[in-house]
């Protein structure tokens, strides 16, 4: 079991910056592939970034891609996302997001995760 838990969300203005953050817990969670989902209300949940867990592969969501930035400490079991340039389309709740499978295929997909958090809110106003 792997547990994890999201703080960092709140509310920003549009072209403003958040940090996210992301505690893992549990066994081997270091090996694990690490990513962000994100939900906003009416929609399904639809990938942000994803971290393997030597950190030597990231990967991003086009509508992200050079805005936000993924990064992991194993040695402190975190993972964070960095989100700069915010737009008020990037308003849903933040989901971190583990799974033991590589980051190969269907990564993209959250129903390929295997653990989840409860998600922090973040609210970009224009």
């Known amino acids: 079991q792997v547990q994890l838990v999201e703080s960092g969300g709140g509310w920003v203005q549009a072209g403003g910056s958040l940090r996210l953050s992301c505690a893992a817990s549990g066994y081997n969670a270091n090996y694990y592939g690490m990513g962000w989902f994100r939900q906003a209300p009416g929609k399904e949940r639809e990938f942000v970034a994803a971290?393997?867990?030597?950190?030597?592969?990231?990967f991003y969501a086009d509508v992200v891609k050079g805005r936000f930035t993924i990064s992991r400490d194993n040695a402190k079991n975190t993972v964070s996302l960095q989100m700069d340039s915010l737009r008020p389309e990037d308003t849903a709740v933040y989901y971190c997001?583990?799974?033991?499978?590589?980051?190969?295929?269907?990564?993209?997909?959250?129903?390929?995760?295997?653990?989840w958090g409860q998600g922090t809110q973040v609210t970009v106003s224009s």
């Open positions: 971290i393997t867990w030597t950190s030597s592969n990231s």
């Open positions: 997001e583990a799974r033991a499978k590589p980051l190969i295929n269907d990564f993209t997909s959250y129903s390929e995760w295997d653990y």
